[in-house]
């Protein structure tokens, strides 16, 4: 029987990358992309930061006032998501040109299956000669027998590397990790565990399911109890490109939250309808997005009866989908907003009237 072999394509620094293939002067320099949230470029988040400045200790979601303390030659560049989203598009179109099974995990992460398409080192090999022939990036590939030890292959492996884990290979490739390599064990889990005197992998697997369902809940105690044992039942779901317009926009610092997502929501449903053309003149998908301080962020999807092309329909069914975020995280600070539309049909083919 052939071994299932899953490789995730998961591209370096991306955002900051990217702005170093603009500005070729930045590349040697510390560098971080940053979502700023006030009028000057003392507020906000890092978003990106180079290897350049990871070395000095910055990270994604740190203030930019503590990256200017614990590195100030460090430079800061605005965040342009149009154009990351176009050259993951080109990334993307480049790696189903050549791949049949292709998950996009997120802006800058793929899952590919490849099995039966030869060695591993070889296809990931190939990947990678791909990605930097389409867009002059790095990208670190990890190949495993399902998605979370390709994963975590990818993120050891990092930068511009290409790991490859067996199946006869995972328990010593995971045994020696900290468990925070685990994905989706974040620092609360972390402190949790390490009070019980778990630190790595191997010793992680000496709690039973049913301690890990008390300590976590069943369903996080179950993910768990499978992920330091190697087991990840999960497939490459193959999904078509998904073609969106969409907006962003910042928040002012001070600002009364309410009256600043009406006023932000309204321009961002006008911009977006602005750009519809024509041949799209009718949405049928809304996804909001809410980014907070910490560079966190949450979404929320609506699916309309009917396509519509309606500017006030898209500010309310939006504005009602933000609101709901900002209610269930009441603890964090809006920073910036968004919506975006898909699904889209011609005008001819769109029942408008219900929705004008």
Do not use: W
Request: proline share 4%.
């Amino acid at each position: 029987m052939t071994e299932t072999n899953i490789a995730i394509v998961d591209m370096d620094y991306f955002f900051a990358q990217c702005e170093e293939i603009r500005k070729p002067e930045l590349k040697d320099k510390p560098l971080a992309v940053c979502m700023f949230s006030g009028r000057t470029r003392e507020s906000g988040a890092v978003a990106s930061a180079n290897y350049y400045a990871r070395r000095s200790g910055v990270k994604a979601g740190m203030s930019i006032y503590h990256v200017k303390e614990i590195c100030p030659d460090c430079t800061f560049i605005k965040a342009n998501m149009e154009y990351y989203v176009s050259v993951s598009n080109k990334i993307m179109h480049a790696l189903r040109s050549k791949f049949s099974a292709i998950e996009e995990a997120s802006i800058d992460e793929a899952y590919i299956d490849i099995t039966s398409l030869g060695e591993p080192k070889n296809v990931g090999k190939e990947i990678k000669q791909l990605i930097q022939e389409t867009s002059r990036l790095t990208c670190t590939v990890g190949i495993g027998p399902n998605k979370l030890v390709a994963k975590i292959a990818s993120d050891i492996a990092k930068p511009d590397g290409l790991l490859i884990v067996a199946t006869d290979q995972i328990d010593d490739f995971l045994n020696p990790l900290p468990v925070e390599r685990i994905p989706y064990i974040g620092l609360k889990t972390k402190e949790i565990l390490n009070e019980a005197e778990i630190t790595t992998v191997k010793e992680a697997r000496s709690l039973t399911l049913e301690r890990l369902r008390t300590l976590f809940g069943r369903k996080h105690g179950e993910f768990m109890y499978n992920a330091f044992r190697g087991v990840d039942l999960r497939t490459v779901s193959e999904r078509p490109p998904h073609k969106q317009i969409g907006r962003i926009r910042s928040l002012r610092e001070g600002g009364e939250l309410y009256a600043e997502l009406d006023d932000k929501v309204k321009r961002i449903a006008t911009d977006i309808m602005k750009r519809i053309s024509t041949s799209r003149g009718a949405f049928q998908s809304i996804t909001a997005l809410v980014i907070f301080e910490d560079f966190s962020y949450k979404t929320k999807a609506r699916t309309l009866p009917l396509p519509a092309s309606s500017a006030d329909l898209l500010f309310k069914e939006g504005l009602s989908m933000i609101k709901e975020i900002v209610t269930e995280n009441k603890k964090k600070e809006v920073r910036r907003v968004g919506l975006s539309v898909g699904r889209f049909k011609m005008i001819k083919e769109a029942q408008m009237d219900q929705f004008l």
